[in-house]
């Protein structure tokens, strides 16, 4: 270790140079006690003379891309209804005879409903994994849609709101899941993009709630034909509804016979007796640079969440009678982002610049945001779409980015945890977000609404921007049992770690 350019050792092994861990310094790791192939601990990785793992055998199935397309499937119909009501905002206030605020809040019980019910989910999916989370989600979601067919009255708003209710307890049970399906079922080239087309529908699903909602549903005077367009609108939720949870019922399975990757190997050895949820979370929440994209996340996705719930409201401002066009709109920002989404997934992959791609898609939300704000009002609606394309592209693109960049973070945590932390911070900024926007909006305007959101927008942009320390620990069978993107170990030695022990401790001394 004298010479200037040895390389350090990392339990007599390298640290290969690689662009991606920025800033991992060169340290020296001396690890002792591991004199014979006896050495037991709790979960083993265990490295022969060649490197490589004689006890795990992986192996991609093809039935893994059904699994994602079901998933996104279910999510797409749960994500319809958080906006279905907020879309066509003024339609639902004169049949239930509400105000605008009310309304707002079928969409934000989506994210109220979230906050205290995230915990004891991910514990569940931990505990009883993705079979049972799926199955309980596609049946609060069916249960929802047939308790809205029953509430086409305008005396039972009570009871739209209780169904809206089911549906958003269901939402708790889906937003988690994209990256565990990818890292459970998508090897470790493809996780990115699996967990892209998970994302991918929960926006596709708010796309067609932008669009459909104010075709199914003309905003026409008579009362008992506004009820019997809402009722076909209610129908077809539930079909859809039924038909997925039935089809998750008969072929969803929990994971494949063969794990995917040498990383889930070494997962299944672990027993539920070993893992602790709490210990997990405490840990989460004592990981500095995971804490920053918590806060940072959320300010994207919640001026997101404020942006999609008002929409209504603010092009109907600037262009009355336009219910239909703010549909479009909608789902010109959702459609964007899914393409932005799908390129970023992609691009990951690629290059897993986690922080870099980060940084540039928040910079450039805020670009868009800021344009938007300025040329909402101009009076031209082939500009709003213009701008709120350009908007969609960067803000809801960065969805399956801060999943991604907090399981990165994070490993080797399980990637549920990681992702409901990061759900549970957006909605409650996207509740705050909404509501002082929609009484901003009230008072002063649409344009020092959007400008409020741009400024915290900004102050996320600043953030991300911050010098954070990365780093990331993977098994990958190209460069050995385990790898931490540039650290691979001695293929002389057999060596033994302990999952809740000496593999933290190794990580953080990595990252000190």
Partial sequence: MSGENEKPS???????DNQNVLDLEKITIMKSA??????????????????DDTNQTIKLYKRRWFIVLLFSSYSLCNSFQWIQYGII????????????????WMSMIYMLTYIPFIFPVTWLLDKKGLRVIALV???????????????????????????????????VFILGMPSKIASVWFGSEEVSTACSIGVFGNQL???????????LVPN????????????????ITAGVATLLFLLVVMVFQERPELPPTQAQATARCISPEQYSYTASILRLLRNKPFLLLILTYGLNVGCFYAVGTLLNRMIIEHYPGEELNAGRIGLTIIIAGMVGSLICGIWLDRTKTYKQTTLTVYLMSFVGMLVYAFTLSLGHLWVVFLTAGALGFFMTGYLPLGFEFGVELTYPECEGTSSGL???????????????????????????????????????????????????????????????????????????????????????LMIS
């Avoid at 339990?11 to 290969?16: L, N, P, R, S």
């Avoid at 591991?34 to 490197?51: A, Y």
């Avoid at 026409?220 to 129908?235: N, T, V």
Wanted: charged share 15%.
């Fill in 89 to 104: 905002n003024n339609i639902f206030m004169r049949f239930y005879g509400v105000e605008s605020f009310t309304i707002d």
């Fill in 205 to 215: 699903g708010i796309a067609i709630g932008f669009l459909v909602p104010p075709i």
């Fill in 422 to 508: 990061l759900n549970c911070s957006a909605q409650v900024f996207g509740i705050m977000f909404t509501i002082c926007q929609g009484k901003i909006i009230d008072n002063y305007g649409t344009l020092a609404g959007n400008i409020f959101l741009c400024v915290f927008l900004f102050i996320g942009s600043v953030l991300t921007g911050l010098k954070s320390k990365f780093t990331n620990m993977t098994i990958d069978p190209k460069l050995g049992p385990l790898d931490t993107k540039g650290c691979t170990f001695d293929k002389k030695m057999f060596l033994t770690l302990n999952y809740t022990a000496d593999f933290q401790m190794i990580k953080e």
């Fill in 137 to 171: 989600a596609t049946a609060m979601n069916c249960a929802g849609t047939w308790i809205k067919v029953t509430s086409v009255r305008p005396n039972l708003f009570a009871v739209t709101m209780l169904g809206q209710f089911c549906c958003s307890l269901a939402q």
């Fill in 10 to 16: 990392l339990v007599y092994g390298e640290i290969k």
């Fill in 220 to 235: 026409i005077e008579d009362m008992d034909q506004l009820a019997y367009h809402i009722s076909i609108m209610f129908y």
């Fill in 34 to 51: 591991v004199d014979s192939e006896d050495v037991r601990m709790e979960h083993k990785i265990r490295l022969n003379q060649n490197g």
